[in-house]
């Protein structure tokens, strides 16, 4: 059974930066696809970046494309989201997810993912 913990997560100025991080246990981080969702207060969760198995590419929401990165530790079993030029909009609950497949057209779907860590709050204040 996949486990995930997220840390990292706080509270920001505009234009700041955060990292968050995911502990994954039960399953290596090379061999599954990880993503990070978000859900802000009163709105659906919502995709914003994936990592597919295998060295299979990394993919973001347009929302925080040039903005977030996502990495794979391979070594320490984790993946990371650097979030640079915070704004209030990025204000929500973080959440990582893991699957064991990696179909591409599927990835930035929070259907696809049957492994969900208990989230990480980010605020990011005007």
């Known amino acids: 059974q996949v486990q995930l913990v997220e840390s990292g997560g706080g509270l920001v100025q505009t234009g700041g930066s955060l990292r968050l991080s995911c502990a994954v246990s039960?399953?290596?981080?090379?061999?599954?696809?990880m993503a990070w969702f978000r859900q802000a207060l009163g709105k659906e969760r919502e995709f914003v970046a994936a990592?597919?198995?295998?060295?299979?590419?990394?993919f973001y929401a347009d929302s925080v494309k040039g903005r977030f990165t996502m990495s794979r530790d391979n070594g320490d079993n984790t993946v990371s989201l650097q979030m640079n030029s915070l704004t209030p909009e990025d204000t929500a609950d973080y959440y990582c997810a893991a699957t064991s497949t990696g179909i591409l057209s599927t990835v930035q779907l929070h259907t696809a993912y049957n492994s969900w860590g208990q989230g990480t709050q980010v605020t990011v204040s005007s």
């Open positions: 039960g399953r290596t981080v090379s061999s599954t696809t």
């Open positions: 990592i597919r198995r295998y060295g299979g590419g990394t």
